[in-house]
């Protein structure tokens, strides 16, 4: 696809075309990374940041927000729910909290995967490179971290830099895929200032760096951050070029980044849930998408970890979460992946390494 293809696409309205960009991409789908859907439990570990992103609940200003940190052994015990489960991949999400650094990390990644034969992701932000070489050491398998914007500017207005420590989320993703780590990007859709020809050349980017995993969610915006006060907070984009934060549009950048990228995995988002509650999920895994997360964040931790409001889930166990993504991916006639569910791009990108080296 061509810039203007991709661009023109994000624009289109008319709902006999979108069906065909729908059927397009579940096809794409279907053909390269197949039926099964894959189950990724989810582990909120703390909600503490030292950042100050302006379209995130977490973000450290926001005082309104109880904050919680999760212990050691609560977390294997998740790891383990999630195993129970039957999931295959446990996803270690946090805010940059300073509590969760080096050994500390390094010690609960040996211990699940000492003691479960799960896949560990984790998506704790910006993290420094040596950081992320003892994580990968210690046995963590993929990390994901969404680059938000590809442009420049716009990135450096909602995301500011933490003192004395740049913000290169392209040198990271980088730096990971040199570690090995199976490697997850992705960015919002509908931040206030992007526009139409920004978001086409995140999904280019999506495809230029050979990505494994790419995640991508509506925005939504949050009371407590300045960006919850209106497009107003950031300059907005010119009158007609500004992505509206919409589900269809969210959709649209789904099946997009499966015609851009066909082997890597996708999930249908809980920002995707959020914004329809009753068939969110699904709507995304028929247009593009071929991974879930469900929550295994123990009940108590659940609201506090509010990057965006009235996020989908935060009243229900892990095993309601468990049973109802069940019966959603068997209403589609899908089947549930098992296995740890690795990344088919990934097996693609050591596959030709392999015929190089035997070159
Ligand atoms: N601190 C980690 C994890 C952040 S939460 C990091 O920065 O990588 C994971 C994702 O949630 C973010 O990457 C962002 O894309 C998304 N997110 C944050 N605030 C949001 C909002 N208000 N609406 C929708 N998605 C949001």
């Known amino acids: 696809m061509t810039h203007d293809e991709i661009t023109s696409r994000l624009r289109e309205t008319d709902p006999e075309r979108?069906?065909?960009?729908?059927?397009e991409a579940d096809a794409v789908r279907r053909e390269n990374v197949g039926d099964a859907v894959h189950l990724r439990g989810l582990i909120e570990i703390s909600n503490?940041?030292?950042?100050?992103?302006?379209?995130?609940?977490?973000?450290?200003?926001?005082?309104?927000?109880?904050?919680?940190?999760m212990s050691d052994e609560e977390i294997v015990a998740?790891?383990?729910?999630?195993?129970?489960?039957?999931?295959?991949?446990?996803?270690?999400?946090?805010?940059?909290?300073?509590?969760?650094?080096?050994?500390?990390?390094?010690?609960?990644?040996?211990?699940?995967?000492?003691?479960?034969?799960?896949?560990?992701?984790?998506s704790l932000g910006e993290r420094k490179p040596e950081e992320l070489e003892l994580w990968r050491e210690a046995g963590a398998d993929r990390y994901l971290l969404r680059f938000e914007t590809s442009d420049r500017k716009l990135y450096n207005r909602i995301h500011p830099p933490r003192e004395g420590r740049p913000s290169n989320r392209f040198a990271l993703l980088r730096r990971?895929?040199?570690?090995?780590?199976?490697?997850?990007?992705?960015?919002?859709?509908?931040?206030?200032?992007?526009?139409?020809?920004?978001?086409?050349?995140?999904?280019?980017?999506?495809?230029?760096?050979?990505?494994?995993?790419?995640?991508?969610?509506?925005?939504?915006?949050?009371?407590?951050?300045?960006?919850?006060?209106?497009?107003?907070?950031?300059?907005s984009a010119p009158p007609g070029e500004q992505v509206p934060a919409t589900e269809e549009m969210t959709y649209k950048v789904v099946a997009l980044t499966r015609l851009a990228c066909p082997r890597t995995n996708i999930p249908s988002t809980s920002a995707l849930a959020t914004v329809n509650l009753a068939h969110g999920r699904e709507f995304g895994l028929c247009r593009g998408a071929n991974v879930v997360m469900p929550n295994v964040t123990p009940a108590r931790y659940r609201a506090m970890y509010e990057i965006y409001p009235g996020k989908a889930c935060i009243n229900e166990s892990a095993g309601d979460c468990a049973r109802c993504i069940r019966a959603r991916i068997e209403s589609l006639g899908r089947t549930i992946g098992t296995g740890r569910g690795d990344s088919p791009n990934l097996r693609r990108k050591l596959e030709g390494a392999a015929t190089l080296r035997e070159r």
């Open 78 to 122: 998740a790891a383990r729910q999630a195993e129970a489960l039957g999931y295959g991949t446990v996803v270690i999400q946090s805010g940059e909290d300073d509590a969760f650094i080096g050994e500390r990390v390094a010690g609960f990644v040996r211990r699940i995967k000492a003691e479960t034969p799960l896949a560990v992701t984790l």
């Open 176 to 235: 990971l895929g040199e570690l090995g780590y199976e490697v997850g990007s992705g960015v919002m859709v509908g931040i206030p200032g992007q526009t139409y020809d920004l978001l086409a050349r995140d999904i280019e980017w999506f495809a230029d760096l050979d990505l494994d995993m790419v995640g991508v969610g509506p925005f939504i915006a949050h009371p407590g951050t300045p960006l919850g006060a209106g497009p107003a907070a950031v300059a």
């Open 18 to 23: 979108l069906e065909r960009l729908w059927a």
């Open 48 to 69: 503490c940041c030292a950042r100050t992103c302006l379209y995130c609940g977490l973000r450290g200003p926001n005082a309104k927000l109880e904050r919680y940190r």
